[in-house]
C-alpha cells in the first residue's frame, strides 16, 4: 500500500483513467473519485491490525473486502500475485491466526492459545501448493519448453547484467531457464513438504524467487512467496523467530505459551469454516481448468486464462486501431487510443478480446453522445504471441457494437494461424 | 538424494537441448553500445549540425530581407526557409537532449494566423502579436505563432500574390512590427537549435553512449520508443492522416487545414519524403553524410534472427517502407489540392504507413524486447 502510494499509482490507476475495464458481472464496482483513496486507507490500516493481531476479525474481513474492491476496479491492473493476496486473504478470514502471538491474544485470555487445529496450517500450505503446482502445469507447453519461449525473448534484453548477461545471449540458457522453471513449480510444493528435502527446497525458493526478481519487475510478489513458504517449517523455527522478536520489543512471548490447543467457540463455527473451505479448495482446484469448456487457443483467445496461476508465459503484444464509421454519412476515422486510455489500458486492451470489447462499447457511447446517433466500431488489430509475426486479431469486418458481452465463446476473433500443445 | 537427481536431470535437459533447438541468437554478444555511437556519431549530431547551419542561414536570410524586403530577398528567403524546414525534418524525430518541446516550438501547424484562422484564439493570433507587440516566444502558449508554420505563413500567406505580400513589410501601418517579427522568429528557431546542438556535443553525446542499460530508461529504449513515437504521431498522423481526414480531429472529415506547409502550398510532399527518408535511414543507421550504413535497429534485429513470414523482420519493415514511398509518389505535391480533390488517394498512402506501425510496434518492440513508453507497474 506504502508502495502504491508513494508512487502515485492510486492516482494514475484509479483516479485519472477516464473509464475503467470491469470484470465480467462486477461492473458495479467502480472507482470512487477522491473517495478511492479511503479504500486504500481501509486496506492499509487493516493490514497492520491483521499483522498485530488486533481485532483481527473484522480487520481481516475489512483487508479481504477492500483489498478484492480494489483489484475489482479495473482488471487492467490483474496480476496474480494480487489475486493470490485476495483469496488468501478470503482463507484466513476462517482461520484463528489471532490465537497466538497477538493483541487480542494477549488480552483474551480464552482466545490464547500455543497450538491450532493442524488443518488451519495445512490449508495455507495447501494453497502454496496448488499456486506453484498449476503454475508448473501451465508451464508443460510446447512455446515454454520446445520454443523456450517467452524467455528467449526476455532473457537477451538483459545483457547489462553481470555474468548472467553473456550467457542470456546463448540458447541453451534459455532452455536451461525454461526446463529448470518447470521442473521447480511442479517439485517445489513437495520438497517443501518432505522433512527432509525442506531447507533445500526453500533455498530453491529463495534463490528463484530472487531471480526472477532481479530479470522481471515483479514487485512484492518474490518477498511475499519466500516469506509465505516459511509456513512449511515446524513450529521450533517459528518459536526461534519469534523469540529475536520478543528480544526487541521486550514482549514477554511465554505470556502466549500456555499449551492449549485452540478450539472453534462453538462447534457450527467450526463445521461452517470447514465447509467453506471445502468448497473453496474445490473451486480453486476447478476453476483453473475452465479454459478447456473454449475451444481455441488459449493463450491466442484468452477465454480462461486469468485466476489460473498462468504466470510469464507469454509474451504478447498488439497493436488496435479503432474505427469509427458513422452510417448516415459514410464517414469513417480513425481513434487515437491515448485519448480515452493510459498507457497501462492500451497496452492491456490490444492483446485482450473482452477489454477490446468494452472498450468498443465505451467509444460507441462517447460518440453517441458526440453527434453520431449509430456509431459503428471496427477495429484493425494485430497481435504477436512468442515471437512469432503479428497476424490479424480481431475480425476487421466485425462491427463491435452488434456483439455481445458474455462468458461465451467469442466468434469475432480471427483463428490463431498456429498451434500451441499442452495442457 | 532427491536434489542429485534434480541436478543430473537439469543438465541432461539443458544439454540435450543445445544441439537441435530452433536458431536463436548467436553466441557472441550484440554491442548495443555501437548503436548508440553510430545515432549519435554519425546521424543524430551530423543531422543538428546540418540543421543548424541552415538556420544560421535562415537567420541571416530574414535579416537581409527586413532590412531590405525586396522580392529577390523574399525569393531568397522562401528558398533558405524551404532548406531549413527539409533540413528539420531530419531531426525532428530526435527528442533526447534536445530542450523540453523543442519540435513544439518548431513546427506546430496549424499555426495560428489571424481570428479567421483554425481553432484561433483571437488575444494570441500571429496577427495580433504584430499589431500590439505584445508577445513572448519563449512561453509555452506562443507555440503556435512561431516556428516553420508561422513563418511560412509570414512568407507565403499574407496575401495572394507577391507584390501585395511584399506591401506588409513596406507600407502597411505595421510593417517595422512585421519585419521585426520575421526576424524573432528565425533567431528563435536558430538560438534554440544551437542550444540543442551545442547540448549534445558538450556531454550529452557522452551520457547518451554510456547509458547502455536495458531497463525503460537505457538510451537505447528511450530512443526506440522517440522513433515510433515520431512515427506514429507526426509522420504517419500528422503529415498524412490528419489532413487526409483519417482521425478524430475532423470527424472523418479531410482537412487541409491540418497539412504541414499548408500556406505555401506546393512543399507538403517533399517535407513529407524528406521525414519518410530520415525515419528509413534513422531504422538502418545510414550515415547522415555518407549514407553508408552503420549498425542500428536492422541489425539487432538481424541478430534476433525474427523470422516474419519467411523474411527477416528487417527486410519486411524495409519493404514497407519502399511500398509506402511508391504510395506517395502519385501524391499531388500540393497535399492541399489532394486532399481536396481525392483524399482517397491519400488514405491509400495513411494504410500503407499503417501497416509499418504494426511491425515496428509490435513486431520490433517484441523481439527487442523494449516496453513501450508505457506505465511502469508491476507484471507477474
Same mark, same amino acid.
Given at each position: 500500500?506504502?508502495?502504491?502510494?508513494?508512487?502515485?499509482?492510486?492516482?494514475?490507476?484509479?483516479?485519472?483513467?477516464?473509464?475503467?475495464?470491469?470484470?465480467?458481472?462486477?461492473?458495479?464496482?467502480?472507482?470512487?473519485?477522491?473517495?478511492?483513496?479511503?479504500?486504500?486507507?481501509?486496506?492499509?490500516?487493516?493490514?497492520?491490525?491483521?499483522?498485530?493481531?488486533?481485532?483481527?476479525?473484522?480487520?481481516?474481513?475489512?483487508?479481504?473486502?477492500?483489498?478484492?474492491?480494489?483489484?475489482?476496479?479495473?482488471?487492467?491492473?490483474?496480476?496474480?500475485?494480487?489475486?493470490?493476496?485476495?483469496?488468501?486473504?478470503?482463507?484466513?478470514?476462517?482461520?484463528?491466526?489471532?490465537?497466538?502471538?497477538?493483541?487480542?491474544?494477549?488480552?483474551?485470555?480464552?482466545?490464547?492459545? #500455543?497450538?491450532?487445529?493442524?488443518?488451519?496450517?495445512?490449508?495455507?500450505?495447501?494453497?502454496?501448493?496448488?499456486?506453484?503446482?498449476?503454475?508448473?502445469?501451465?508451464?508443460?507447453?510446447?512455446?515454454?519448453?520446445?520454443?523456450?519461449?517467452?524467455?528467449?525473448?526476455?532473457?537477451?534484453?538483459?545483457?547489462?547484467?553481470?555474468?548472467?548477461?553473456?550467457?542470456?545471449?546463448?540458447?541453451?540458457?534459455?532452455?536451461?531457464?525454461?526446463?529448470?522453471?518447470?521442473?521447480?513449480?511442479?517439485?517445489?510444493?513437495?520438497?517443501?513438504?518432505?522433512?527432509?528435502?525442506?531447507?533445500?527446497?526453500?533455498?530453491?525458493?529463495?534463490?528463484?524467487?530472487?531471480?526472477?526478481?532481479?530479470?522481471?519487475?515483479?514487485?512484492?510478489?518474490?518477498?511475499?512467496?519466500?516469506?509465505?513458504?516459511?509456513?512449511?517449517?515446524?513450529?521450533?523455527?517459528?518459536?526461534?523467530?519469534?523469540?529475536?522478536?520478543?528480544?526487541?520489543?521486550?514482549?514477554?512471548?511465554?505470556?502466549? +505459551?500456555?499449551?492449549?490447543?485452540?478450539?472453534?467457540?462453538?462447534?457450527?463455527?467450526?463445521?461452517?469454516?470447514?465447509?467453506?473451505?471445502?468448497?473453496?479448495?474445490?473451486?480453486?482446484?476447478?476453476?483453473?481448468?475452465?479454459?478447456?469448456?473454449?475451444?481455441?487457443?488459449?493463450?491466442?483467445?484468452?477465454?480462461?486464462?486469468?485466476?489460473?496461476?498462468?504466470?510469464?508465459?507469454?509474451?504478447?503484444?498488439?497493436?488496435?486501431?479503432?474505427?469509427?464509421?458513422?452510417?448516415?454519412?459514410?464517414?469513417?476515422?480513425?481513434?487515437?487510443?491515448?485519448?480515452?486510455?493510459?498507457?497501462?489500458?492500451?497496452?492491456?486492451?490490444?492483446?485482450?478480446? *473482452?477489454?477490446?470489447?468494452?472498450?468498443?462499447?465505451?467509444?460507441?457511447?462517447?460518440?453517441?453522445?458526440?453527434?453520431?446517433?449509430?456509431?459503428?466500431?471496427?477495429?484493425?488489430?494485430?497481435?504477436?504471441?512468442?515471437?512469432?509475426?503479428?497476424?490479424?486479431?480481431?475480425?476487421?469486418?466485425?462491427?463491435?457494437?452488434?456483439?455481445?458481452?458474455?462468458?461465451?465463446?467469442?466468434?469475432?476473433?480471427?483463428?490463431?494461424? +498456429?498451434?500451441?500443445?499442452?495442457? | 538424494?532427491?536434489?542429485?537427481?534434480?541436478?543430473?536431470?537439469?543438465?541432461?535437459?539443458?544439454?540435450?537441448?543445445?544441439?537441435?533447438?530452433?536458431?536463436?541468437? *548467436?553466441?557472441?554478444?550484440?554491442?548495443?553500445?555501437?548503436?548508440?555511437?553510430?545515432?549519435?556519431?554519425?546521424i543524430i549530431i551530423p543531422s543538428f549540425q546540418n540543421f543548424a547551419a541552415e538556420t544560421e542561414a535562415l537567420k541571416l536570410a530574414s535579416e537581409i530581407f527586413s532590412a531590405d524586403p525586396?522580392?529577390?530577398n523574399l525569393t531568397d528567403l522562401r528558398s533558405q526557409w524551404l532548406d531549413s524546414y527539409k533540413a528539420w525534418q531530419h531531426v525532428s524525430m530526435f527528442e533526447m537532449g534536445t530542450v523540453m518541446n523543442f519540435r513544439d516550438y518548431l513546427n506546430t501547424y496549424p499555426t495560428n494566423a489571424n481570428?479567421?484562422s483554425f481553432?484561433?484564439?483571437?488575444?494570441k493570433t500571429i496577427q495580433n502579436n504584430i #499589431?500590439t507587440g505584445d508577445y513572448n516566444l519563449i512561453l509555452p502558449s506562443s507555440r503556435n505563432t512561431q516556428g516553420f508554420p508561422a513563418l511560412d505563413y509570414l512568407l507565403y500567406g499574407l496575401?495572394?500574390?507577391?507584390? #501585395?505580400l511584399?506591401?506588409f513589410y513596406?507600407?502597411?501601418?505595421h510593417a517595422d512590427a512585421y519585419r521585426a517579427y520575421v526576424t524573432d522568429l528565425t533567431t528563435r528557431i536558430d538560438t534554440l537549435t544551437d542550444t540543442v546542438l551545442d547540448n549534445w556535443i558538450n556531454?550529452y553525446?557522452?551520457?547518451?553512449?554510456?547509458?547502455?542499460?536495458?531497463?525503460?530508461?537505457?538510451?537505447?529504449?528511450?530512443?526506440?520508443?522517440d522513433?515510433?513515437?515520431y512515427?506514429?504521431k507526426h509522420l504517419? /498522423?500528422g503529415k498524412?492522416?490528419?489532413?487526409?481526414?483519417?482521425?478524430?480531429?475532423?470527424?472523418?472529415?479531410?482537412?487541409?487545414?491540418h497539412v504541414e506547409a499548408y500556406y505555401s502550398r506546393n512543399f507538403s510532399?517533399i517535407l513529407f519524403m524528406e521525414s519518410?527518408d530520415s525515419v528509413?535511414?534513422?531504422?538502418?543507421?545510414?550515415?547522415f553524410?555518407?549514407?553508408?550504413?552503420?549498425?542500428?535497429?536492422?541489425?539487432?534485429?538481424?541478430?534476433?534472427?525474427?523470422?516474419?513470414?519467411?523474411?527477416?523482420?528487417?527486410?519486411?519493415?524495409?519493404?514497407?517502407?519502399?511500398?509506402?514511398?511508391?504510395?506517395?509518389?502519385?501524391?499531388?505535391?500540393?497535399?492541399?489540392?489532394?486532399?481536396?480533390?481525392?483524399?482517397?488517394?491519400?488514405? /491509400?498512402?495513411? +494504410? #500503407?504507413?499503417?501497416?509499418?506501425?504494426?511491425?515496428?510496434?509490435?513486431?520490433?518492440?517484441?523481439?527487442?524486447?523494449?516496453?513501450?513508453?508505457?506505465? *511502469?507497474?508491476?507484471? *507477474?
Open positions: 500500500m506504502i508502495r502504491f502510494t508513494a508512487n502515485g499509482w492510486i492516482e494514475k490507476l484509479y483516479i485519472e483513467p477516464l473509464l475503467s475495464f470491469s470484470y465480467y458481472g462486477f461492473e458495479w464496482v467502480q472507482p470512487m473519485g477522491a473517495y478511492t483513496y479511503m479504500i486504500f486507507l481501509i486496506c492499509a490500516v487493516s493490514a497492520i491490525f491483521v499483522s498485530l493481531g488486533y481485532k483481527y476479525r473484522i480487520a481481516i474481513i475489512l483487508f479481504f473486502l477492500s483489498f478484492t474492491y480494489i483489484e475489482l476496479m479495473d482488471k487492467t491492473t490483474y496480476l496474480n500475485h494480487y489475486y493470490f493476496i485476495s483469496i488468501l486473504s478470503f482463507l484466513m478470514i476462517f482461520l484463528p491466526a489471532h490465537a497466538y502471538y497477538s493483541i487480542d491474544a494477549f488480552k483474551n485470555e480464552n482466545l490464547r492459545s #500455543e497450538r491450532v487445529p493442524a488443518w488451519t496450517i495445512d490449508s495455507i500450505k495447501f494453497l502454496l501448493c496448488i499456486v506453484y503446482f498449476y503454475a508448473g502445469l501451465a508451464k508443460l507447453n510446447s512455446d515454454w519448453l520446445f520454443r523456450a519461449m517467452p524467455l528467449q525473448i526476455w532473457l537477451p534484453s538483459k545483457y547489462s547484467l553481470p555474468i548472467l548477461g553473456d550467457l542470456f545471449q546463448q540458447q541453451w540458457t534459455h532452455f536451461a531457464f525454461s526446463w529448470a522453471g518447470a521442473l521447480y513449480d511442479l517439485s517445489i510444493p513437495f520438497l517443501l513438504l518432505i522433512k527432509r528435502t525442506r531447507v533445500l527446497a526453500f533455498l530453491l525458493v529463495v534463490v528463484f524467487h530472487l531471480l526472477t526478481r532481479v530479470l522481471f519487475p515483479i514487485g512484492m510478489f518474490p518477498f511475499i512467496m519466500i516469506v509465505s513458504a516459511l509456513i512449511f517449517f515446524d513450529a521450533d523455527l517459528h518459536n526461534k523467530i519469534l523469540g529475536y522478536i520478543s528480544r526487541i520489543l521486550r514482549i514477554s512471548k511465554e505470556t502466549f +505459551d500456555n499449551a492449549t490447543t485452540y478450539t472453534f467457540p462453538k462447534s457450527w463455527v467450526k463445521k461452517a469454516s470447514l465447509s467453506v473451505i471445502s468448497l473453496f479448495f474445490a473451486i480453486q482446484l476447478l476453476f483453473p481448468f475452465r479454459y478447456m469448456l473454449y475451444p481455441g487457443e488459449l493463450f491466442w483467445t484468452e477465454e480462461g486464462y486469468r485466476f489460473s496461476w498462468r504466470v510469464m508465459l507469454m509474451e504478447k503484444t498488439g497493436y488496435a486501431n479503432f474505427k469509427v464509421v458513422n452510417p448516415e454519412n459514410g464517414l469513417r476515422f480513425y481513434i487515437d487510443n491515448t485519448q480515452f486510455l493510459t498507457p497501462l489500458q492500451e497496452k492491456q486492451m490490444s492483446t485482450q478480446p *473482452d477489454f477490446i470489447l468494452e472498450y468498443a462499447r465505451y467509444l460507441e457511447n462517447h460518440y453517441k453522445e458526440n453527434g453520431i446517433s449509430n456509431p459503428e466500431i471496427y477495429v484493425e488489430s494485430y497481435v504477436a504471441l512468442n515471437g512469432r509475426g503479428s497476424q490479424l486479431y480481431v475480425n476487421p469486418d466485425v462491427n463491435l457494437t452488434t456483439v455481445d458481452y458474455s462468458m461465451n465463446r467469442q466468434t469475432w476473433l480471427m483463428p490463431f494461424d +498456429d498451434e500451441i500443445k499442452g495442457l | 538424494m532427491k536434489k542429485t537427481i534434480f541436478l543430473f536431470l537439469s543438465t541432461l535437459i539443458f544439454l540435450s537441448c543445445t544441439d537441435n533447438g530452433p536458431s536463436g541468437p *548467436d553466441v557472441d554478444d550484440f554491442d548495443r553500445e555501437a548503436i548508440l555511437v553510430n545515432w549519435a556519431d554519425n525586396t522580392l529577390q481570428e479567421s481553432n484561433s484564439d483571437e488575444s #499589431e496575401a495572394d500574390n507577391d507584390a #501585395e511584399l506591401s513596406t507600407t502597411n501601418d556531454g553525446r557522452d551520457e547518451f553512449v554510456s547509458n547502455t542499460g536495458s531497463g525503460a530508461n537505457s538510451s537505447f529504449n528511450m530512443m526506440v520508443n522513433f515510433i513515437f512515427y506514429e504517419r /498522423a498524412i492522416g490528419i489532413p487526409a481526414g483519417a482521425t478524430n480531429i475532423s470527424s472523418g472529415n479531410p482537412s487541409p487545414i510532399k519518410l528509413q535511414n534513422f531504422f538502418n543507421g545510414s550515415n553524410k555518407s549514407q553508408q550504413s552503420g549498425e542500428s535497429l536492422d541489425d539487432y534485429l538481424d541478430y534476433l534472427k525474427t523470422m516474419k513470414e519467411g523474411t527477416d523482420l528487417s527486410t519486411v519493415i524495409n519493404n514497407q517502407f519502399e511500398i509506402s514511398r511508391e504510395k506517395a509518389a502519385v501524391l499531388n505535391d500540393n497535399f492541399v489540392a489532394q486532399v481536396d480533390n481525392d483524399p482517397f488517394l491519400m488514405l /491509400a498512402t495513411y +494504410d #500503407e504507413l499503417q501497416r509499418n506501425v504494426v511491425y515496428l510496434k509490435v513486431d520490433m518492440l517484441q523481439a527487442l524486447n523494449i516496453t513501450p513508453d508505457y506505465f *511502469d507497474s508491476d507484471g *507477474d
